[in-house]
């Protein structure tokens, strides 16, 4: 089977750091994607993992430990406009590698 | 240049009706996905369509859904007899390939069974 578990709701200050974390759990691994969906918005893509260690983006930086099948994304300098909803998504070997399988979300809300 | 299009944004139907949702994806891309995304759920993965190989259909919940891709490019979703735990946001994703590539999301379609 399948699980990707995130915490549902974060509340973090303007200005601060913040990190979202995300286990799963899946038969076979093939990548772990980072999305960011604001209220009735697309999914927007923000960090791709396959290998261990840390990625960064500007603000966003994402880690992934497949040994743990943990990751976090970790946003800097947040600002009111970061207030969103995260998806962490996992590409599995089960569906041929390639549909992805995701979490419920985490509704960030950013606050002065 | 253009992202993955989708219509309609919003649809109000009938309980027992069938619906047609429709997406464009991005020029080129070969794999498309089609999601739902349920109040308070993540999103759900429906069908997967890669170029000219039969597609995915795994993740549909019953034979009342069903989905087409014509010429490689516009993809169709239909439900049929809708009921309303159809209710939900479909989102459409396209990719260049299949193989470790992004997914590109379009707006989606807001679904409301009555």
């Known amino acids: 089977g399948q699980n990707i578990d995130q915490p549902t709701e974060m509340t973090a200050t303007e200005g601060a750091i913040v990190q979202i974390n995300c286990t799963y759990q899946t038969s076979g691994f093939n990548g772990l994607f980072w999305y960011q969906q604001h209220a009735g918005e697309a999914p927007t893509f923000l960090s791709y993992n396959v290998l261990d260690g840390l990625e960064e983006k500007g603000r966003f930086s994402s880690f992934l430990s497949r040994s743990k099948g943990y990751s976090y994304l970790l946003l800097k300098e947040l600002q009111m406009k970061d207030s969103a909803s995260y998806l962490c998504a996992v590409r599995s070997r089960d569906k041929g590698g390639t549909p992805l399988v995701f979490g419920k979300g985490t509704r960030l809300s950013v606050i002065a | 240049g253009a992202g993955v299009s989708q219509s309609p944004s919003n649809k109000v139907t009938e309980k027992g009706k069938d619906v047609e949702l429709r997406c464009d994806p991005i020029?080129?891309?070969?794999?498309l996905y089609w999601y739902r995304q349920s109040l308070g759920q993540g999103l759900e993965f429906l069908i997967y369509?890669?170029?000219?190989?039969?597609?995915?259909k795994s993740g549909l919940p019953s034979d009342r859904f069903s989905a087409e891709r014509t010429g490689g490019s516009v993809s169709t979703l239909t439900i049929q007899r809708t009921q309303q735990e159809d209710s939900a946001v479909y989102l459409c994703a396209s990719s260049p390939s299949s193989f470790q590539e992004t997914q590109y999301f379009g707006p989606g379609t807001r679904l409301l069974v009555l």
């Open positions: 369509f890669q170029g000219n190989s039969a597609p995915d």
């Open positions: 020029s080129g891309h070969t794999a």
